[in-house]
């Protein structure tokens, strides 16, 4: 992909964290936060982060595990699976959404974004994604798999911008009565959500066993268009 990535670092309350930023070819364009996983900025978050960027966006992946153990990548069975869960039962929420709100903030100044700011999320990034957005840090949303969305749909009220929700039919950590909750809470605002037959969870990584090309690419050309209508 013909990209230019480096790290940055993001300011934080006084302190800094890092994030992985992919220009496109134009060096310019719309901002997009890619939230990572539970398994760190990790190749394949790097690589999803370049894929925005050769479709035109300024992406940038923040650190979310920064506080617990910064520039951590996983992968996703074994010991890594075991490290990640163990990370993720330290992080702090509410710091996290303060994070990622920094990372819309600190992308909004620079001069290589010159449109709306989104964000895309994958599993605990989708999460974090729902949850920033009703903070009024995003343009746009976008959540694959978010767990735990069904349990704070309280916020939902808060989300004013365009929200979109991809889930996999067969995703045991989302059982279909929670995927309906979340589709009759937004049913009368701007948002769409999509189910996938035959779809695990983490479906959009290449890197996972359950990975699903065709639902990854159908989510991603939904995600792309939808960013283009609102972007």
Same mark, same amino acid.
């Given at each position: 992909?013909?990209?230019?990535?480096?790290?940055?670092?993001?300011?934080?309350?006084?302190?800094?964290?890092?994030?992985?930023?992919?220009?496109?070819?134009?060096?310019?364009?719309?901002?997009?936060?890619?939230?990572?996983? $539970?398994?760190?900025?990790?190749?394949?978050?790097?690589?999803?982060?370049?894929?925005?960027?050769?479709?035109?966006?300024?992406?940038?992946?923040?650190? $979310?595990?920064?506080?617990?153990?910064?520039?951590?990548?996983?992968?996703?069975?074994?010991?890594?699976?075991?490290?990640?869960?163990?990370?993720?039962?330290?992080?702090?929420?509410?710091?996290?959404?303060?994070?990622?709100?920094?990372?819309?903030?600190?992308?909004?100044?620079?001069?290589?974004?010159?449109?709306?700011?989104?964000?895309?999320?994958?599993?605990?990034?989708?999460?974090?994604?729902?949850?920033?957005?009703?903070?009024?840090?995003?343009? $746009?949303?976008?959540?694959?798999?978010?767990?735990?969305?069904?349990?704070?749909?309280?916020?939902?009220?808060? $989300?004013?911008?365009?929200?979109?929700?991809?889930?996999?039919?067969?995703?045991?950590?989302?059982?279909?009565?929670?995927?309906?909750?979340?589709?009759?809470?937004?049913?009368?605002?701007?948002?769409?959500?999509?189910?996938?037959?035959?779809?695990?969870?983490?479906?959009?990584?290449?890197?996972?066993?359950?990975?699903?090309?065709?639902?990854?690419?159908?989510?991603?050309?939904?995600?792309?268009?939808?960013?283009?209508?609102?972007?």
């Amino acid at each position: 992909m013909n990209v230019q990535s480096h790290w940055i670092d993001i300011p934080a309350n006084g302190d800094s964290f890092p994030g992985y930023l992919s220009l496109p070819k134009g060096g310019k364009g719309p901002g997009v936060v890619i939230i990572q996983e $539970i398994f760190g900025v990790n190749a394949h978050i790097r690589s999803v982060a370049d894929r925005y960027a050769a479709a035109g966006y300024v992406a940038v992946a923040p650190d $979310i595990f920064w506080r617990v153990e910064p520039r951590v990548e996983l992968g996703y069975a074994g010991a890594d699976r075991e490290k990640a869960m163990e990370i993720y039962g330290k992080l702090d929420v509410t710091q996290a959404v303060s994070d990622v709100t920094a990372t819309s903030v600190a992308l909004r100044a620079r001069p290589e974004v010159t449109g709306k700011v989104a964000a895309v999320g994958y599993c605990l990034g989708g999460r974090l994604a729902y949850l920033s957005t009703a903070q009024g840090a995003f343009d $746009i949303a976008v959540a694959y798999y978010g767990g735990g969305i069904q349990n704070e749909l309280e916020l939902a009220d808060k $989300i004013k911008v365009p929200m979109q929700f991809h889930y996999g039919a067969l995703d045991a950590h989302i059982p279909s009565a929670a995927v309906d909750l979340v589709k009759q809470r937004f049913a009368d605002k701007d948002a769409q959500l999509y189910v996938y037959p035959n779809a695990d969870h983490g479906f959009n990584c290449e890197d996972r066993a359950s990975y699903n090309q065709w639902a990854s690419a159908l989510a991603y050309g939904r995600t792309l268009t939808f960013l283009g209508e609102h972007v």
